[in-house]
């Protein structure tokens, strides 16, 4: 028998996500690999047994000093993993909330000098210790929801020094927050108002200078670009993505989110990592995804936080045969740190089903943020991230709008609520 740190018992469903491919596609998204009357054990961080209580109990016996959790009855998910964040600003918007809410849009008050540019000047003028007292109070909200790994971007410098630092920033983040966090570099979301009128100047220094400096010192997994009118070109954009391939970084790409840009076409042309957004994208574009294998990055909730009239189209990805991954954009302009509320708005306005939703906040969100060998899923020998609901099965996550969990526990230890 294997002697283990920590005993939960008592699951009436387990819902591990374990066996299948990664990442998960149509029918095979509604797959949950559930196990009723469960158990799960964890030595040194680790998943050691997973499975019917009944078989746990025989394969381990806990060690001294180790502890035994009774779940009541409640439901066991894999660790959140939240696929698309601007976590990591300086100061908040929430003054334009009134000016969206009578009728300016985003790209209007951006065109004002405002959104994301606000967010640009007091990101900037922020010191590294305000920037981290700032945002490490976002991570930990994000993590008492449930979300153990997230994704977070740089891009409110939009200078090459700038977006360096907030690059370095994040490994001190994730120290002191106590999430996984995978880097991406954004620093092409959206030309400096300095280089207005010049914006393929900044493109060059992006490509040619700060994509080189993040690849070589290994600050970024990923490369990502906003390709939309008014921010960069479908050429522009390409340019960027294969630099950073040239570099061996992954690729992503912000799509198709507040009118056509042709962003899909482009993801699925060069086999991009993820697409994210997509509100836009036709039906063809989403085929074409579909064939290359790109897994759409849905952020049901920004178009909410937006005043949007439109949705996610998720029903439409799962249904073209899209592997589908669910983040919440938290940032100043989407204000949502709850992967719980992001399924539900994935099931109530992109339609996909409670199953799917949870897929796509799990094992295909991890596999968006190249995670999947330590996240997304519940089996021996991976990291035990997961998440305890009071709750009798894991469809009633998403049903149930905001969701909170009894207990959140990472690699093997209660982090959240604190006991």
Known sequence: MTGVDLLVIGIGELATLRTGPIPRVGSAASELGRVQNAALAVRNGVFASVGPERLVRRSVHLRKGGTEVDAGGGVVVPGFVDAHTHVLYAGDRANELEEKIRGATYLEIAAAGGGLYRTVRLTRRATKPQLLRETVPRLRRMLEAGTTTAEVKSGYALTHAGEIRLLESIPLLAERAGLDLVPTYLGAHAVPPERATTPDRYVDEVVERTIPEVARRGLAQFVDVFCEPGFFTPSQSERILRAAMAAHLGTKIHADEFVYSGGAALAAHLATHSAEHLLTAPADDRAK??????????????????????????????????????????????????????????????????????????????????????????????????????????????????SLPVAIYRRGNRVSPTK
Do not use: C, K, W
Request: glycine share 8%; no cysteine.
């Open 289 to 402: 995804l579909a064939r290359a294998g790109v897994t759409a990055v849905l952020l049901p909730v920004t178009p909410f936080a937006s005043m949007s009239p439109l949705q996610s189209p998720g029903r439409e990805m799962v249904d073209a045969g899209v592997p589908v991954a669910l983040g919440s954009d938290v940032s100043p302009n989407s204000p949502v740190e709850s992967m719980p509320i992001v399924m539900a708005h994935a099931v109530y306005s992109a339609r996909l089903t409670p199953a799917e939703a949870l897929t796509a906040a799990t094992v295909n969100a991890a596999h968006a943020v190249g995670a999947a060998d330590r996240a997304g899923t519940i089996a021996a020998g991976r990291s035990a991230d997961f998440v305890l609901f009071d709750l009798p099965s894991a469809d009633r996550i998403a049903h149930r709008i905001g």
